[in-house]
């Protein structure tokens, strides 16, 4: 079926440090992709998406490229701030279905 | 953007007892809202599909007697846990769509954090 396998966390990084959380998916058709943050205490926000393979996603600094040759969409950001801290989660809706698989979040907390 | 809230945002109880968590949409009608349940270190799963004015679709192996869901209104749904046992201890996250947006664009409820004694 389909699914997202994301890098356990938590991970911890100097501010303006470099950030990759890895990402990969298996699904039977052709998905968009999406990373969502939740900060503490609040709901998932829509941090970034792909719709179709090779379209990258971008907002806040953070980007992250739709690679159907090796099923992937790893989070980056070149310099992450304190504020960056939070959880994130990668996830997959198929075209024709309602229903988000949702990787198993990473922590990522960011220290001054 | 469209915010979901839910309440209560914590909730303890005592086992056997029935315990109600409800989701708004506050600026948009919201025809389908959906139940994820999140375990630790684990993903968020979907629980079940509410439509307004409909029955809800659950998703095999979610047991609908014990997880009753309302859609009522166009900004309210409301997920009750019945007959409360301790391994229903959980974080429960519901998402909104309104039929105007694409399938994707759902916005999700901050969670309710439901510890069972």
């Known amino acids: 079926g389909d699914s997202v396998t994301q890098m356990e966390g938590p991970v911890t990084l100097s501010e303006e440090a470099f950030l990759t959380i890895n990402c990969t998916y298996t699904a039977t058709g052709y998905p968009s992709l999406f990373w969502y943050v939740q900060y503490p205490g609040e709901g998932l926000q829509l941090l970034l998406k792909?719709?179709?393979?090779?379209d990258k996603g971008s907002n806040k600094g953070f980007e992250a490229t739709y690679r159907k040759e090796t099923t992937s969409f790893h989070l980056e950001k070149g310099s992450v701030q304190v504020s960056d801290s939070a959880v994130y989660f990668c996830a997959l809706i198929m075209a024709t279905g309602n229903q988000f698989y949702f990787g198993t979040g990473t922590s990522l907390t960011v220290i001054p | 953007g469209a915010v979901v809230s839910q309440h209560p945002s914590r909730v303890i109880c005592k086992s056997g007892t029935s315990v109600k968590i409800e989701c708004r949409s506050l600026?948009?009608?919201?025809?389908?809202m959906f139940w994820y349940r999140q375990f630790p270190k684990q993903s968020l799963m979907l629980m079940a599909t509410s439509n307004e004015g409909s029955k809800a679709t659950y998703e095999q192996g979610v047991e609908k007697d014990k997880f009753l869901i309302n859609h009522a209104s166009l900004t309210l749904s409301t997920l009750t846990v019945t007959s409360a046992h301790p391994e229903d201890s959980s974080f429960y996250i519901c998402?909104?769509?309104?039929?105007?947006?694409?399938?994707?664009?759902?916005?999700f409820g901050p969670g309710t954090r439901l510890t069972v004694t």
């Open positions: 998402s909104a769509r309104s039929p105007s947006v694409r399938a994707y664009e759902q916005y």
């Open positions: 600026d948009f009608q919201a025809t389908t």
């Open positions: 792909a719709t179709k393979a090779d």
